[in-house]
């Protein structure tokens, strides 16, 4: 059984999260973000809040700078 804590989702909210992350979109636009939170039942401010610490963390395993808003940067 899992339930929402004030740490952040529930399990099965992360799996949802997790599945658009690696096979949707590591940057998701306003509409696929509002598509996501309402398929988690999350907040679109928790979701965004979400996506961005996990891009980061993500950067950091790919042994990327953890802010980079471009190739160019």
Avoid at 7 to 29: A, M, R
Wanted: include cysteine; proline fraction near 5%; hydrophobic fraction near 30%.
């Amino acid at each position: 059984m899992s339930t929402q804590t004030a740490s952040g989702p529930t399990e099965d909210q992360v799996e949802i999260l997790e599945y658009n992350f690696n096979k949707v979109n590591k940057h998701p636009d306003p509409t696929t973000l509002c598509l996501i939170a309402a398929e988690a039942g999350l907040s679109e401010e928790e979701t965004q809040k979400w996506f961005k610490q996990r891009l980061a963390q993500w950067r950091r395993s790919e042994g990327l700078p953890s802010e980079c808003r471009s190739v160019t940067d």
